[in-house]
Each structure stands twice: as structure tokens, then as C-alpha cells.
């Protein structure tokens, strides 16, 4: 029997797609930086399905390439062109397992979205803190493989750090499950760990278990508009110490990154009370509490803590519809860049006392190297990650800027390793930076990884050319 011929039988031929309409969605990356072809797209509904389409997979030699809501910003979940693939699509295992609210956790397939996930959360009063701009297409699974970060990371931390128990299809088709709900639990090596960020090449994650929080009661998202990146990270530190964990998200973006919202999204309106729009810098602080009263006495400390330091203490929106109007510009800015066209993306991890540095020091060299170029610098600097875009706002001139990707990234990739900084910080590694990982990961370290891929997936037939080349 064919492979195809296996698959349908066990999946049912509906949940086979071999037709290149068919396929279409799940062989291009949401950029469209990347396009693949796959021999079939599986859309299993259980883990046993999962697990029989591994078995399947690997007895006939097939690379397997795991996709969950394919907005990895890495190319993670792409076929390469041999179209010898199998893309598994996991976004129909998506059930909802348990949810224990006193125990703070829930249990859920891989393929259910973060947005189904929080509202699940919600319905019990809980809180499922991670945040990204995509929620409504990504999948659990696909935050555990990359380890996601997102808006929240300053106070709830990464997926890694959110998860309690996984259920793991490994490259031989068994599947190991520890879908506990412990918060300590020390018997021997930690082996959900391995999964989480391996971006698909270990094995397919079918179902996890992760921790909830206390759904909080009243938020404020403080506004300001600074004349340079060092303010924003004295600001960050003031907040710090003024909000300690209500601190929620802290969130710098430069007027370049704002023109591009305010040009593709013109419904993504600044409140009128915040007054301009930044000039240079635009930092955002959430602050986050269970009780309203405590919220202003916080609010009032912040104002007070701004008045001894002289610094103007920003707009602080309180009301729902003002923060909702400014987190949409937030989460504008990947759409927005997406509209205006194909960028060479940096997401890099720095001290955050090194940030102001690293853009001076970055962008200085880069503009030695390819003048007049464009820097869209944003990112989540109370985890001390940019995201740091390069592009020419003139097409020609940008289709040859990405004709030299390398040579930017290689000069970006000097400040970074000089700053001690991490060349992937959130997003991965996936197709765009093996050969940089390679490059940039400490000393024995690409050795040990090797290893560890040679011994759980010795045909190499899981997610093959990415993370590792
Ligand atoms: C608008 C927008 C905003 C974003 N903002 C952020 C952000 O703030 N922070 C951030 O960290 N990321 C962000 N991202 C990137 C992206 O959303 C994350 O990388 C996300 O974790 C990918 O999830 P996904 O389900 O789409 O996975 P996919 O893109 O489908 O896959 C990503 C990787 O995981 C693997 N994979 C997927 N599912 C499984 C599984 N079940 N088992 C094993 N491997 C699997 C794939 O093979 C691939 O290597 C953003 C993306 C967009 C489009």
C-alpha cells in the first residue's frame, strides 16, 4: 500500500489533502517569505492518529514536518521545495482535556488556539497570561515548540515557563505522556524541557498541561512618548521598582514602527488625550491588579515616583476602550510591516541595560554599510528583546537589500555577540538562522545538540533543516 493510500485509510481521505488548492494555505509562511511543497497536508483529530502517522512516515522514509497555525515568523512550519514532505496540520486536535481552577492548571490539545485557550481560562474566572498579536490563528502547540514569548513575559515569563506537563509524540511513533498538573515534581530529568522550543525536530507535542493565574480585576496601560531609547530603559527601571510584579508588560516602540501602523492601519487611532504622536520613542507600561483600589494606589505611586525623578509620567489610560485603542497599535505592528513589504527581521535577546548601545552601535554600522536604510525597532524591552527590522522603503532598492540578507544580519549579529546579547530571542530559529545558530551558540553546545537529535530522531526525519543543519 502507498503511504497516501496508509494515510487515508487511518485518517479518512477528507483529512488527507494532496490537491495543490488544497494544500495551499499550509505551504506558504505568513510572511510569505517562505514557500514549500508536500507529497500530502494530514489533519489527524487524536494522538493516536498523530502517533499512526509518524509510524506511517517513518517506515516509508518521509520527512515529517509539524504545523500548528503557521504564523511562525521563522519558517518553521514549511515544507522544503522536494515536495517528499508530509505537513501534520494539528489545529483539529484541539479539545479542551480538563481545567482544574483550584489547582490553577488545564489540560488542552495542541492544535486549540491561545484565544480558545484564554477564553477556556476566562470561563473559570482563571487567567492564561500568554499574549501574542496572532492569537486567534496560534496554536499551544506551536508556542510550546518555539517557546513564545510575547506582550506578558515580564510578569508571567515564556511558554517554557508556563507549562506543567506535556504528551509528546516521539520520532517512532510511541507516545510519552506526563500530563501532570505538579508544580514540584524533581523524579529524574525533566523531558517535557527538551520539546519545548525544539520547533518540531524531537517529536510532535499532541496535548500539554500549563499553568493559569488569578484573573486580574483592573488594568491601566501608561502612555509615553521619550526623546531616546535611554529614557525608555531609566522609565522601564522606574516602573520596575514602583509596580514590582503588577507590572505587566513593557513595551518600546519607535516612531519609524508607528508611521508604518499609521500608514497600513488608519484605524488604529492614538487616543486624543496621549496629544502627538511620538516624535522619536513611544514606550508602553501595563500595569495589573486584582483589586481597583489597589491599582490607583499604584497609579498614585507612579505619579509620585515620576515627580521626585522630574520625568513626566506619561498618559495613563484606565478606561477598557483607551487601552484596547492602544494595544491595537501594538498589535498592528507585525501587519502592518506584513502590508508594507518583506524586511530582514532581527530577534535579538539583550541586557536590557545594553539596548540603548546595541541601537546606537547597530544602526550606526548599518548605516555605513547600506545608507539611507529603514530600522523598524520595536519589541518587548522588559525582557530586553527588539525585534529590529531592515528594509528600503523604495521596492527596488529593498528587493536588494534582501538579495544581501547576510551581510546585514552578519553585521547586526557582530553588535550582538559583542553585547552579549542571543541572535534568536523569542521567534526561533526554524529556516532563517541555522547557519547563524551554528555560528553563535557556545562552545559545545551544537555538538550536545546534535546528540540529542541523533538519538530521539536517528533517521532525521523530523522537521529536517531547521534549527539544525
Ligand atoms: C502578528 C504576529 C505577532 C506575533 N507576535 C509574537 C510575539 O509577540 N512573541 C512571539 O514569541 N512570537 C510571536 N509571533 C510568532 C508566532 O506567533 C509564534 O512563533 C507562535 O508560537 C507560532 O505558533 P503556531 O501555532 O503558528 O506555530 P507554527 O508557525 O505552525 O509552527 C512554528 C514551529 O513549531 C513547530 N510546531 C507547531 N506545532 C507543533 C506541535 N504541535 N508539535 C511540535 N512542533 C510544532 C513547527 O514545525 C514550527 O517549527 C507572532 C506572529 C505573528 C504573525
Redesign the pocket.
Known amino acids: 500500500m502507498t503511504l497516501i493510500a496508509q494515510l487515508q485509510q487511518c485518517l479518512g481521505a477528507d483529512q488527507v489533502l494532496t490537491s495543490p488548492e488544497a494544500q495551499a494555505s499550509y505551504l506558504k509562511d505568513?510572511r510569505g517569505r517562505y514557500q514549500g511543497r508536500a507529497q500530502a497536508v494530514v489533519l489527524p483529530t487524536t494522538t493516536q492518529a498523530v502517533a499512526d502517522v509518524v509510524r506511517f512516515c517513518m517506515s516509508a522514509g518521509v520527512p515529517i514536518?509539524?504545523?500548528?497555525?503557521?504564523?511562525?515568523?521563522c519558517g518553521?512550519?514549511t515544507p522544503d521545495a522536494s515536495g517528499k514532505a508530509v505537513v501534520v496540520a494539528?489545529t483539529q486536535l484541539n479539545r479542551i482535556r480538563s481545567i482544574d481552577a483550584t489547582n490553577f492548571s488545564i489540560t488542552a490539545e495542541?492544535g486549540i488556539t491561545l484565544d480558545q485557550l484564554k477564553a477556556a481560562a476566562e470561563s473559570v474566572d482563571r487567567l492564561y497570561p500568554l499574549t501574542?498579536?496572532?492569537g486567534h490563528?496560534?496554536?499551544l502547540?506551536?508556542?510550546?515548540?518555539?517557546n513564545?514569548?510575547?506582550?506578558q513575559v515580564l510578569r508571567y515569563g515564556m511558554t517554557r515557563d508556563l507549562c506543567l506537563g506535556l504528551e509528546v509524540v516521539l520520532p517512532d511513533g510511541t507516545v510519552w505522556s506526563k500530563l501532570s498538573g505538579l508544580r514540584k515534581d524533581n523524579t529524574g530529568y525533566d523531558l517535557k524541557q527538551l520539546f519545548i522550543g525544539a520547533?518540531?525536530t524531537l517529536?510532535?507535542?499532541?496535548a500539554a498541561t500549563m499553568k493559569l493565574y488569578p484573573l486580574p480585576a483592573a488594568r491601566a496601560l501608561i502612555w509615553l512618548n521619550l526623546p531616546d531609547v535611554s529614557s525608555a530603559v531609566d522609565r522601564h527601571a522606574l516602573a520596575q521598582t514602583v509596580f514590582a510584579g503588577a507590572q505587566t508588560a513593557s513595551e518600546l516602540i519607535s516612531a519609524t514602527t508607528l508611521s508604518l501602523v499609521r500608514q497600513h492601519l488608519p484605524e488604529a487611532l492614538l487616543p486624543t488625550a496621549v496629544g502627538a504622536w511620538p516624535e522619536a520613542w513611544a514606550l508602553m507600561i501595563e500595569v495589573s491588579a486584582h483589586d481597583a483600589d489597589f491599582l490607583q494606589a499604584l497609579l498614585c505611586a507612579w505619579q509620585r515616583a515620576c515627580a521626585t525623578a522630574g520625568v513626566n509620567a506619561g498618559y495613563i489610560a484606565t478606561a477598557p476602550d483607551a487601552q484596547a485603542q492602544l494595544w491595537a497599535i501594538r498589535k498592528g505592528l507585525?501587519?502592518s510591516q506584513k502590508r508594507e513589504g518583506l524586511a530582514i527581521k532581527h530577534d535579538v535577546g539583550l541586557p536590557i541595560s545594553r539596548i540603548p548601545q546595541f541601537i546606537d552601535e547597530a544602526s550606526a554600522a548599518l548605516q555605513k554599510r547600506f545608507p539611507g536604510i529603514r530600522i523598524v525597532a520595536f519589541g518587548h524591552i522588559g525582557d530586553g528583546n527588539l525585534h529590529f527590522n531592515l528594509s528600503y522603503a523604495d521596492p527596488v532598492k529593498n528587493a536588494g537589500l534582501i538579495a544581501q540578507s547576510a551581510e546585514a544580519n552578519a553585521v547586526v549579529y557582530e553588535v550582538v555577540g559583542r553585547l552579549d546579547g542571543s541572535i534568536a530571542a523569542?521567534?526561533?530559529i526554524?529556516q532563517l538562522k541555522p547557519t547563524w545558530l551554528a555560528q553563535h551558540a557556545p562552545a559545545g553546545s551544537m555538538a550536545l545538540m546534535r546528540q540529542l537529535k541523533a538519538t530521539l530522531d536517528p533517521q532525521g526525519l523530523m522537521?529536517p533543516g531547521?534549527v539544525l543543519v
Not at 514536518?65 to 515568523?73: A, D, E, I, K
Not at 517529536?203 to 499532541?206: V, Y
Open positions: 505568513w514536518v509539524p504545523q500548528g497555525g503557521n504564523t511562525g515568523l518553521g512550519a494539528m495542541a501574542l498579536g496572532a490563528l496560534t496554536t502547540g506551536g508556542t510550546l515548540a518555539t513564545a514569548g510575547g506582550l520547533e518540531g517529536g510532535l507535542i499532541t507585525a501587519e523569542e521567534h526561533g526554524g522537521n531547521k
